[in-house]
Nanobody
Framework: VQLQACGGGLAQAGGSLELSCAASVPTFYRYAMGWFRQAPGKEREFVASVSWSGRNTNYADSVKGRFTISRDNANKMVYLRMKKLKPEDTAVYYC????????????????????WGQGTQVTVSS
Protein backbone atom coordinates (compact mmCIF):
# COMPACT_ATOMS: atom_id res chain seq x y z
CA VAL A 1 0.00 0.00 0.00
CA GLN A 2 1.35 3.40 -0.96
CA LEU A 3 -0.16 6.69 0.11
CA GLN A 4 0.75 9.96 -1.56
CA ALA A 5 -0.39 13.13 0.17
CA CYS A 6 -0.31 16.55 -1.41
CA GLY A 7 -1.95 19.95 -1.22
CA GLY A 8 -0.08 21.47 1.66
CA GLY A 9 1.35 24.94 1.54
CA LEU A 10 1.20 28.36 3.10
CA ALA A 11 -2.05 30.00 4.15
CA GLN A 12 -3.03 32.98 6.20
CA ALA A 13 -5.00 32.64 9.38
CA GLY A 14 -8.66 32.36 8.49
CA GLY A 15 -7.87 30.92 5.09
CA SER A 16 -8.45 27.50 3.57
CA LEU A 17 -6.47 24.62 2.16
CA GLU A 18 -7.41 21.20 0.87
CA LEU A 19 -5.20 18.18 1.26
CA SER A 20 -5.57 15.08 -0.85
CA CYS A 21 -4.17 11.60 -0.54
CA ALA A 22 -3.98 9.04 -3.31
CA ALA A 23 -3.89 5.37 -2.39
CA SER A 24 -2.49 2.56 -4.46
CA VAL A 25 -4.41 -0.43 -3.18
CA PRO A 26 -7.02 -2.53 -5.00
CA THR A 27 -9.36 -2.77 -2.04
CA PHE A 28 -9.27 0.87 -0.98
CA TYR A 29 -12.95 0.66 -0.09
CA ARG A 30 -12.08 -1.72 2.76
CA TYR A 31 -9.71 0.69 4.50
CA ALA A 32 -10.59 3.22 7.13
CA MET A 33 -8.63 6.37 6.33
CA GLY A 34 -7.27 9.00 8.64
CA TRP A 35 -5.35 12.24 8.78
CA PHE A 36 -2.82 12.99 11.48
CA ARG A 37 -0.46 15.89 12.01
CA GLN A 38 2.77 16.57 13.78
CA ALA A 39 4.02 19.99 14.73
CA PRO A 40 7.69 20.64 15.56
CA GLY A 41 8.56 19.34 18.99
CA LYS A 42 5.18 17.71 19.45
CA GLU A 43 3.81 14.21 19.14
CA ARG A 44 1.77 13.12 16.17
CA GLU A 45 -1.90 13.77 16.80
CA PHE A 46 -5.17 12.63 15.33
CA VAL A 47 -7.03 15.04 13.07
CA ALA A 48 -9.85 13.14 11.37
CA SER A 49 -10.90 9.73 10.10
CA VAL A 50 -13.50 8.33 7.74
CA SER A 51 -15.06 4.88 7.47
CA TRP A 52 -15.10 2.58 4.48
CA SER A 53 -18.16 4.09 2.89
CA GLY A 54 -17.50 7.64 3.99
CA ARG A 55 -20.70 7.66 5.97
CA ASN A 56 -19.00 7.86 9.37
CA THR A 57 -16.45 10.48 10.31
CA ASN A 58 -14.51 11.36 13.43
CA TYR A 59 -12.72 14.61 14.28
CA ALA A 60 -10.38 15.91 16.90
CA ASP A 61 -12.04 18.57 19.01
CA SER A 62 -9.48 21.11 17.86
CA VAL A 63 -10.63 20.88 14.24
CA LYS A 64 -14.30 20.04 14.61
CA GLY A 65 -16.44 22.45 12.62
CA ARG A 66 -13.46 23.69 10.60
CA PHE A 67 -12.10 20.58 8.86
CA THR A 68 -13.98 18.08 6.72
CA ILE A 69 -12.72 14.65 5.74
CA SER A 70 -14.15 12.86 2.72
CA ARG A 71 -13.25 10.05 0.38
CA ASP A 72 -13.77 8.98 -3.22
CA ASN A 73 -13.60 5.20 -3.37
CA ALA A 74 -13.86 5.08 -7.15
CA ASN A 75 -10.68 7.11 -7.49
CA LYS A 76 -9.02 5.85 -4.30
CA MET A 77 -8.69 9.31 -2.82
CA VAL A 78 -9.18 10.83 0.60
CA TYR A 79 -9.43 14.56 1.22
CA LEU A 80 -9.12 16.96 4.11
CA ARG A 81 -10.79 20.28 3.56
CA MET A 82 -9.46 22.82 6.08
CA LYS A 83 -11.20 26.13 6.70
CA LYS A 84 -10.74 28.94 9.21
CA LEU A 85 -7.12 27.94 9.59
CA LYS A 86 -5.22 28.95 12.69
CA PRO A 87 -1.47 29.27 13.27
CA GLU A 88 -1.72 26.28 15.61
CA ASP A 89 -2.77 24.15 12.63
CA THR A 90 0.79 24.45 11.34
CA ALA A 91 2.21 20.95 11.08
CA VAL A 92 3.18 18.16 8.74
CA TYR A 93 -0.01 16.34 7.81
CA TYR A 94 -0.04 12.61 7.18
CA CYS A 95 -2.67 10.40 5.66
CA UNK A 96 -2.96 6.87 6.95
CA UNK A 97 -4.80 3.67 6.09
CA UNK A 98 -6.15 1.00 8.40
CA UNK A 99 -7.10 -2.38 6.92
CA UNK A 100 -7.95 -4.05 10.23
CA UNK A 101 -11.39 -2.55 10.64
CA UNK A 102 -15.03 -3.28 10.20
CA UNK A 103 -17.48 -1.22 8.27
CA UNK A 104 -18.27 1.99 10.10
CA UNK A 105 -15.04 2.12 12.07
CA UNK A 106 -13.36 5.51 12.42
CA UNK A 107 -10.20 4.91 14.48
CA UNK A 108 -8.45 7.83 16.13
CA UNK A 109 -5.35 6.08 17.44
CA UNK A 110 -2.18 6.22 15.33
CA UNK A 111 -1.27 2.67 16.33
CA UNK A 112 -4.43 1.44 14.56
CA UNK A 113 -3.08 2.47 11.16
CA UNK A 114 -0.77 0.18 9.26
CA UNK A 115 0.14 2.40 6.32
CA TRP A 116 1.31 6.00 6.22
CA GLY A 117 2.00 8.57 3.57
CA GLN A 118 5.06 10.76 3.47
CA GLY A 119 3.46 13.90 4.88
CA THR A 120 2.75 17.34 3.49
CA GLN A 121 3.62 20.60 5.21
CA VAL A 122 0.90 23.07 6.15
CA THR A 123 1.99 26.46 7.43
CA VAL A 124 -0.49 29.03 8.67
CA SER A 125 0.72 32.56 9.23
CA SER A 126 -0.91 34.95 11.66
Amino acid sequence: VQLQACGGGLAQAGGSLELSCAASVPTFYRYAMGWFRQAPGKEREFVASVSWSGRNTNYADSVKGRFTISRDNANKMVYLRMKKLKPEDTAVYYCAADDNTVSGSVPDQARAYEYWGQGTQVTVSS
